[in-house]
């Protein structure tokens, strides 16, 4: 995968982190959770009494916003430099790594780091070295 840098402005990143922000603070606010997507998906799995409904509209609301986006702009280029074999292997080991973590990237890294969680500071930290770690390898050890 790879970052057009013509492309890229520093402005929309910061207003795609202060959405995502808003979005997790109104959650947390509003439903008393944690905006955790693995948490979320899981509990569509394993169904909880009445709390189908608002798991349906959180996950309808993150498939529909590339189409709201396709109203304002063409999506980007969306480019991944492997075969679909190491794809799954990665998105595997990612849910692997969800569970071990007791939790993902948005629910630590955006939600836990904003509650100053210890345990999410830990977890976002060592899901960053696996991601470092990762690159390095693929890139610089893998590819020669």
Excluded: K
Aim: glycine share 14%; aromatic share 10%; with cysteine.
């Amino acid at each position: 995968m790879s970052i057009d840098w013509t492309h890229f402005t520093p402005l929309s990143a910061l207003a795609g982190g202060l959405l995502i922000g808003l979005a997790s603070a109104l959650f947390a606010l509003f439903n008393g959770r944690i905006a955790g997507v693995s948490g979320i998906v899981a509990g569509m799995l394993r169904p909880n009494g009445g709390d189908m409904l608002w798991r349906l509209a959180f996950v309808a609301g993150m498939a529909a916003a590339p189409l709201l986006y396709l109203v304002f702009s063409p999506l980007p280029e969306i480019r991944i430099d492997t075969g679909p074999a190491l794809l799954m292997l990665a998105g595997l080991l990612v849910g692997i790594g969800t569970q071990y973590g007791s939790g993902c990237t948005s629910g630590h890294g955006v939600c836990g780091l904003s509650r100053l969680s210890p345990r999410s500071l830990f977890a976002t930290m060592m899901f960053m070295a696996a991601g470092f770690a990762t690159v390095y390898v693929v890139r610089h050890l893998l590819r020669g």
